[in-house]
């Protein structure tokens, strides 16, 4: 996978605190996006959950097929992506 490099403006004080912290070690960025976009995913499933409990009437099986494959769509779409 190639490398990007972003440059990314800090006010002083974050700057340093994230320096202090190791921060801003490839490694840790990484990790920190890695966790920002999974919870992100979390958070799409959870509204999904809610959005289906919150429907009045129930979905058909069709409805419901239909949430799944978009969903299914979605991950292999952001899947994709990182590649």
């Known amino acids: 996978?190639?490398?990007?490099?972003?440059?990314?403006?800090?006010?002083g004080p974050l700057l340093r605190e994230a320096k202090a912290s190791g921060l801003l070690a490839p490694s840790s960025i990484e990790s920190l996006l890695r966790a920002e976009i999974r919870?992100?995913?979390i958070q799409k499933l959870?509204?999904?959950?809610?959005?289906?409990?919150?429907?009045?009437p129930p979905l058909t099986e069709e409805e419901i097929e239909?949430?799944?494959?978009?969903?299914r769509a979605e991950r292999r779409k952001a899947h994709a992506g990182r590649r």
Do not use: C, H
């Open 1 to 11: 996978m190639a490398a990007v490099e972003i440059k990314v403006n800090l006010p």
């Open 39 to 41: 919870r992100k995913r």
């Open 46 to 56: 959870f509204s999904a959950a809610d959005r289906l409990a919150a429907s009045k």
């Open 66 to 71: 239909t949430e799944v494959q978009n969903a």
